[in-house]
T-cell receptor, first 112, second 116 residues
Framework: NAGVTQTPKFQVLKTGQSMTLQCAQDMNHEYMSWYRQDPGMGLRLIHYSVGAGITDQGEVPNGYNVSRSTTEDFPLRLLSAAPSQTSVYFC???????????FGSGTRLTVV | AQKVTQAQTEISVVEKEDVTLDCVYETRDTTYYLFWYKQPPSGELVFLIRRNSFDEQNEISGRYSWNFQKSTSSFNFTITASQVVDSAVYFCALSEVGAAGNKLTFGGGTRVLVKP
C-alpha cells in the first residue's frame, strides 16, 4: 500500500543513547517533515525537507539531525537522548505545496 | 509568524448531539491553506479537509461541515448527530504558501468524547 512507513513503532532508550527513526514514502513526494506530538501542544515541526539533499530546521530542532539522500527516505537521528525527547514522533510527506501531508503511523519514544 | 489556536481542549457530548470545534488562525500571508485532521484513539492522523484562502464556501461532507470565515480568521468544524466513532482528537492546521517547505502549523487539538 502506498503511504508513509515509520519504524519502529515503539522504542525505549536510556538517557544518552542515540538512535535513528526511519521514515520512507513511496509516493514520490518532494516534501517530507518530522513532527513531535506532546500532550496539549499539538504537533511541532522538528525538521523538514523540500527534496533530496535539502533539509532545514523547524520549530524544535535541537537534539535532532536529519538527512535526505533519496526522495524516498528521511531518517531522524537522536544524537544523545534526553527525557525531554519522550514523545510521539510522526513523519509525513506531501506531493505539492498546500496539499497537506500524509502521515506515518507514528513512533512512541520513551527516554528513561 | 503563523499561529493556530484551538481554545477548546476537550468537549464531551452524548451521542446524537451536534458538536462544533473552534479554530482561529493568524497569518500574514494572503494565500494559505487550512486543514483539519482527526486522530482516533489508535493514534494515526487522518486528513479530513483542505481549504484555500480564496475559497470561503462552506462545505458539507456527510455529518461533517466546515465554516470558513476570513473576516474573523476562523475555520470551524461541526459534527452533526455525533456518534461514538467520532471520539478522537481533532487538529486544525495552517500552511502558508509563501513559507518554505510546505510547513504545517498545528493547533493544540480538541479532544472530543462522544458518550453512548
Amino acid at each position: 500500500n502506498a503511504g508513509v512507513t515509520q519504524t519502529p513503532k515503539f522504542q525505549v532508550l536510556k538517557t544518552g543513547q542515540s538512535m535513528t527513526l526511519q521514515c520512507a514514502q513511496d509516493m514520490n513526494h518532494e516534501y517530507m517533515s518530522w513532527y513531535r506530538q506532546d500532550p496539549g501542544m499539538g504537533l511541532r515541526l522538528i525538521h523538514y525537507s523540500v527534496g533530496a539533499g535539502i533539509t532545514d530546521q523547524g520549530e524544535v530542532p535541537n537534539g535532532y539531525n536529519v538527512s535526505r539522500s533519496t526522495t524516498e527516505d528521511f531518517p531522524l537521528r537522536l544524537l544523545s537522548a534526553a527525557p525531554s525527547q519522550t514523545s510521539v514522533y510522526f513523519c509525513a510527506s506531501s506531493g505539492d505545496r498546500g496539499y497537506g501531508y500524509t502521515f506515518g503511523s507514528g513512533t512512541r519514544l520513551t527516554v528513561v | 509568524a503563523q499561529k493556530v489556536t484551538q481554545a477548546q481542549t476537550e468537549i464531551s457530548v452524548v451521542e446524537k448531539e451536534d458538536v462544533t470545534l473552534d479554530c482561529v488562525y493568524e497569518t500574514r500571508d494572503t494565500t494559505y491553506y487550512l486543514f483539519w485532521y482527526k486522530q482516533p484513539p489508535s493514534g494515526e492522523l487522518v486528513f479530513l479537509i483542505r481549504r484555500n484562502s480564496f475559497d470561503e464556501q462552506n462545505e458539507i461532507s456527510g455529518r461533517y461541515s466546515w465554516n470558513f470565515q476570513k473576516s474573523t480568521s476562523s475555520f470551524n468544524f461541526t459534527i452533526t448527530a455525533s456518534q461514538v466513532v467520532d471520539s478522537a482528537v481533532y487538529f486544525c492546521a495552517l500552511s502558508e504558501v509563501g513559507a518554505a517547505g510546505n510547513k504545517l502549523t498545528f493547533g493544540g487539538g480538541t479532544r472530543v468524547l462522544v458518550k453512548p
